[in-house]
């Protein structure tokens, strides 16, 4: 009787910290400068009531080289593009109702206190000018609209050659239910087409948000 009550309060647990918990990425600091990361400091947590952090790993530039070094996850890697490419067929044959896919899955990310800082050129000024103002555009419509808190400045640099000075701030945060939720549905669809099913329900339909 007592292993099986122990049994229960782990099981609850679990559901608990599975229903309200959330992954939240910190990304502090992102510079990147022509092809190259000159700055980074992500902090990765899993979050309980968005408040008590029950993991938390901290990545910065140093660590992420030794990361991309270290041969098992380089495997890890490899299996997983592997994967997606013979599953979803991303690289290859991306389809529309993959992109509609993408966009659902993106509901579910929060996405707060964005700063954007460009610096941008290219070998014609008047080029130059046409991008700025793209990417100015680009910023206000997709992100500063939706994401409360956003702070961007893009501004051309005239040096008569490709340049670009990118840094990023943010915080990301997704349920882990609905990431359980994501993983599913993937699944299921993956499932049905090897069946040779169409499925047309509604993705996520019943998740609360």
Do not use: W
Not at 172 to 197: A, C, E
């Amino acid at each position: 009787m007592t292993i099986f009550l122990i049994l229960l309060a782990i099981i609850i647990l679990i559901i608990t910290i599975l229903t309200f918990s959330s992954i939240k990425i910190n990304i502090k600091e992102f510079k990147f400068v022509n092809k190259k990361v000159i700055d980074m400091e992500i902090i990765i947590s899993l979050a309980f009531l968005n408040r008590i952090n029950i993991l938390k790993i901290t990545l910065n530039k140093n660590r992420l080289s030794k990361i991309e070094h270290n041969k098992s996850v380089r495997k890890i890697a490899k299996k997983l593009q592997e994967r997606l490419v013979k599953d979803y067929k991303y690289m290859h044959n991306f389809e529309q109702k993959s992109i509609k896919d993408i966009l659902e899955i993106l509901k579910y990310f929060n996405v707060s206190d964005v700063e954007i800082d460009v610096n941008i050129g290219t070998e014609d000024a008047i080029f130059t000018s046409f991008v700025v103002t793209t990417i100015s555009m680009i910023i206000t419509f997709l992100i500063a609209r939706k994401v409360k808190n956003t702070k961007y400045l893009v501004l051309p640099v005239y040096i008569n050659e490709n340049y670009l000075n990118l840094s990023i701030k943010c915080i990301i945060s997704i349920k882990l239910v609905h990431i359980i939720n994501i993983i599913k549905q993937f699944k299921r669809k993956d499932r049905d087409k090897k069946n040779g099913r169409s499925f047309n329900r509604r993705t996520y339909a019943n998740s609360n948000g």
